[in-house]
């Protein structure tokens, strides 16, 4: 169990989608923690070193002590919630959990895991794709992750000012992340007005702004 | 909220490896539920009506009366172990659960999202991967997501007979989801014995045996 006096550590990168749900529920809920950046794009994450430190070769990981680092997002936002509980960034009742924890996971779990490094150099260099397709391929997942939130966000009694009633949760937190992947790359994406206003409400918000990716002292400058 | 009286109601398909994993917590935990099949080989999960009646066309969907269904494997596991605790699949303490949740989203959320049909469709519709192409994308990240497991399992003290500890979580059910698409398939995947015990204690447990696809009752005869 890390100790509550420190800050959190976690390896982390400026760029990372997963990263920056982390740094926006840390802000939200006051968190002090530090990033020691894995250079992603330069394999740093695969150096026997650092392998040797965690195993998963994953990032963001969550520093512990001697015990192996714990990895993915959808987890550590729950370790948060439990640690930090205020304030809190799960509904109260079971049914809002579970509404707010499938939004996050179609971010999470069904659309990003299709975005990220590895699949792009898997399909660049052994799948015949060129930048334009593998643009294709991004858009159309992004494409397809918007309009599935935007389905259940437009059709649901319980979407509010933010995606489950008026409070920020974790569904906000892994939304806005997946519309800064359209923003960053200039996507030419369906359009989501439901979604869009609530992204465009929770980007407005300090803890998601001190979050963007190139705002991170890692961030290549300009 | 569903009637604690009458029996949890899916959308389902015999196939959904999202679906076996909620069908063994289901069997562990004694909850009775129903599954309606929706043939996601045959594409219903577009048919118009059932999207009216599930706006994010996804299954496995818990039916919760007029609200929209629940999605997402991982929250429905979530769901089930808040509305019946016993036996649980997290483990007590924080660490603990952060660990076997990102166990679990190894699979649900790095390696399952990259195999499912609609990944299938476009690779091989609009990617240009040939049967042959396919497979071996599928080979790949179901080794990468084995091998990256095995690195966790055996490098940490917290790994047991199960994933953690002695008791089954939702890591094993999960886990052993991911091993089940390598025997289907029978893929030629990299040695990881200490996950292929954990997965042969779970394949042993009539929970995990009444779950398998090929048991199922929308499942193809013989």
């Known amino acids: 169990m890390t100790d509550a006096s420190q800050p959190l550590e976690f390896y982390g990168y400026w760029r990372s989608n997963a990263m920056y749900r982390l740094r926006v529920a840390l802000n939200l809920k006051g968190v002090p923690?530090?990033?020691?950046?894995?250079?992603?794009?330069?394999?740093?994450?695969?150096?026997?070193?650092?392998?040797?430190?965690?195993?998963?070769?994953?990032?963001?990981?969550l520093i512990d002590g001697d015990l192996p680092p714990l990895t993915q997002s959808l987890a550590l936002l729950e370790y948060l919630e439990e640690r930090y509980p205020e304030p809190p960034i799960l509904p109260?009742?079971?049914?809002?959990?579970?509404?707010?924890?499938?939004?996050a996971a179609?971010?999470?779990?069904?659309?990003?895991?299709?975005?990220?490094?590895?699949?792009?150099?898997?399909?660049?260099?052994?799948?015949?794709?060129?930048?334009?397709?593998?643009?294709?391929?991004v858009?159309?997942?992004v494409g397809q992750g918007l309009v599935g939130l935007e389905a259940n966000l437009a059709h649901s009694p319980e979407t509010g000012r933010f995606c489950h009633g008026d409070r920020i949760t974790m569904a906000d937190i892994c939304v806005s992340g997946l519309a800064l992947i359209?923003?960053?790359?200039?996507?030419?994406?369906?359009?989501?007005?439901?979604?869009?206003?609530?992204?465009?409400?929770?980007?407005?918000?300090?803890?998601?702004?001190?979050?963007?990716?190139?705002?991170?002292?890692?961030a290549p400058k300009g």
């Open 33 to 61: 923690y530090r990033e020691i950046p894995v250079d992603l794009d330069a394999g740093e994450q695969h150096a026997p070193d650092f392998v040797a430190r965690n195993p998963m070769a994953a990032v963001p990981a």
């Open 92 to 103: 109260a009742d079971a049914r809002g959990r579970a509404r707010v924890r499938a939004l």
């Open 106 to 137: 179609t971010v999470a779990a069904d659309t990003h895991p299709l975005l990220v490094p590895r699949v792009r150099h898997y399909l660049t260099e052994r799948g015949g794709f060129d930048a334009d397709a593998f643009r294709a391929w």
């Open 139 to 141: 858009t159309h997942w």
């Open 182 to 218: 359209g923003r960053v790359f200039k996507l030419d994406l369906p359009e989501t007005p439901v979604l869009s206003g609530i992204v465009q409400r929770c980007l407005a918000e300090e803890a998601f702004a001190r979050a963007e990716p190139s705002r991170q002292p890692d």
